[in-house]
């Protein structure tokens, strides 16, 4: 069982930054953020892995946002530059053995339990 912390969520203004940490209680070779807007399903956002470091974005943070990890201290970042209010979610952090797609659910096996990223226009 890996238990997750996220921290770093907050309010900021459009085109302002973030960074959001995730501590991991344990090793998982990939982890990675997901997001969940208000009536929306949840998204996969960014994506890494231990081993080889590569990461994964999706098309709607590429360029905005980059994921790292302190291997460690089992610790995943996500440094979110150049906000947009529709960046406006809940913020999960995921931990497991990762997939094919790294960017889908069924990649983790544990979440943490989230923290609120609100930009204003």
């Known amino acids: 069982q890996v238990q997750l912390v996220e921290s770093g969520g907050g309010s900021v203004q459009a085109g302002g930054s973030l960074r959001l940490s995730c501590a991991a209680s344990g090793y998982s070779s990939c982890m990675g953020w997901f997001r969940q807007a208000s009536g929306n399903e949840r998204e996969g956002v960014a994506a890494?892995?231990?081993?080889?470091?590569?990461?994964y974005y999706s098309d709607s943070v590429k360029g905005r946002f980059t994921i790292s990890r302190d291997n460690a201290k089992n610790t995943v970042y996500l440094q979110m530059n150049s906000l947009k209010p529709e960046d406006t979610a809940m913020y999960y952090c995921?931990?497991?053995?990762?997939?094919?797609?790294?960017?889908?659910?069924?990649?983790?096996?544990?979440w943490g339990q989230g923290t609120q990223v609100t930009v204003s226009s």
């Open positions: 890494i892995y231990s081993g080889s470091g590569n990461t």
């Open positions: 995921a931990a497991g053995r990762g997939s094919w797609n790294a960017l889908a659910s069924d990649a983790y096996n544990y």
